[in-house]
C-alpha cells in the first residue's frame, strides 16, 4: 500500500486503465473469435466483413495505445492468412 498522495493516486488510475485496456482487449478476441467462426463455416462473404471489422479494431486499438502497432500488423497478417488459405 502507498503511503505517499501522488502515488495512492497512480495506483488508482493504474487500476482504472487496467480495467478499461482490458475492456478493449475482450472486445479484440471476441471480434477475432467471431471472424474465426465464420472462416470455420466456410462463410466467406460473412468472413470477410468479420475481418474488416477485426482490422479496424485494431488499428483502433493501436491509435489509443493500448497495443503495440507490430502486434496488431501480426494479428491482421494471421488472419488475413486464414482467408487467403479458404479462398484458394
Do not use: P
Not at 3 to 18: F, G, P, Q, T, V
Not at 39 to 44: G, K, N, P, S
Not at 72 to 85: F, G, Q
Request: proline content about 0%; hydrophobic content about 40%.
Amino acid at each position: 500500500m502507498a503511503n505517499i498522495k501522488s502515488a495512492e493516486k497512480r495506483a488508482r488510475i493504474a487500476e482504472k486503465a487496467r480495467l478499461r485496456n482490458k475492456m478493449y482487449k475482450s472486445a479484440m478476441k471476441t471480434r477475432i473469435k467471431n471472424f474465426e467462426r465464420l472462416v470455420a463455416e466456410e462463410d466467406m462473404e460473412k468472413a470477410e466483413a468479420a475481418f474488416k471489422d477485426a482490422s479496424s479494431y485494431l488499428d483502433k486499438l493501436v491509435s489509443k495505445g493500448i497495443i503495440h502497432k507490430n502486434a496488431a500488423a501480426r494479428k491482421k497478417s494471421r488472419l488475413h492468412k486464414r482467408i487467403k488459405n479458404k479462398v484458394v
